[in-house]
């Protein structure tokens, strides 16, 4: 990919960053943990400052939502390029800065404690071409923004069936089939990464409205928009200053958290609402952002 090509001397310099950062694990605000959750959502998009973002008249959806819940106004990605700020929200750490990476990651993860806590899982990824696919980009599907795609507690495993094509996600909400934890990720025409903010927002308001009205988001859901990194050129925290959405019928309404936050922290709140005690990597000393909540 052109992206992965251009990011290659990038990657290489921040990979001796990642010898001397601590990667931000014990930021955050007070300590305050969040209320249980029946069901999280977390959307990830791509590739955009929190400028270009908030108050922007190309995503009205998205500043709709920041505006009636949770923005966390100083929320900031872990890296540059994408992969690491995936392995983040999902691992507790950076684990690679090569967005062609193919390996295996097994180190704790998400999936890990969901599945010791009999918690349910499923990553929407849009155009995946088959429900259980490892293989590699296929586009507009990017494998770097999938990370359940690398975790040795999927490869190999009946665990595979859990990815599955974004476009299972209505059947399985309309019929009450949701897991614990939905992991949505638009496709690179719908996340800002090769389309617009604009049409990010369009995709949102069709595709993620619906969670708004369902029993699954109304009887104590949490549906969380993060932007996993910003601009290159925005070396703030390393990965840039990104915006951070939380949303539920138990977050406060029109709040604005000025606490300093990372993806660790989203994987600890993502966690601990639903019940998980055990944080993966970093997460473990992140705040859980129990400040959002009423």
Known sequence: MVRSARFGTLALGLSTVLAACSCGGGIGGPVNSPPAS?????VVEENHSYSQV?????????????????????????????????????????????????????????????????????????????????????????????????????IGTSQANNLVPFS?????????????????????????????????????????????TSSSFQNGGLLIIVFDESVLTDLSYIGGHVAMVVIGPKVKSGYQSTSVYQHESTLRLVLSTLGVSNFPGNAATASDMGEFFK
Do not use: C
């Open 38 to 42: 029946a069901h999280v959502f977390l």
């Open 168 to 212: 299972q996600f209505s059947s399985d909400l309309q019929g009450g089939n949701l897991p614990d934890f939905s992991f949505i990720a638009p496709n690179a025409l719908h996340d800002a990464h090769d389309g617009t903010l604009t049409a990010a927002d369009q995709w949102l308001k069709v595709n993620i409205a619906p969670i708004m």
């Open 54 to 154: 908030i108050g922007s008249s190309a995503m009205p959806y998205l500043n709709g939502l920041a505006s009636r819940y949770g923005l966390a106004t100083q929320y900031y990605a872990d890296i540059h390029p994408s992969i690491g700020n995936y392995f983040v929200l999902t691992t507790g750490q950076i684990e690679t800065v090569d967005d062609s990476f193919s390996g295996t990651i097994s180190d704790d993860n998400i999936v890990r404690e969901l599945t010791k806590a009999n918690k349910t899982w499923r990553s929407y990824a849009e155009s995946l071409p088959q429900p259980g696919y490892l293989g590699g980009d296929a586009y507009p599907y990017f494998k770097h923004h999938n990370p359940f795609a690398y975790f040795s507690d999927v």
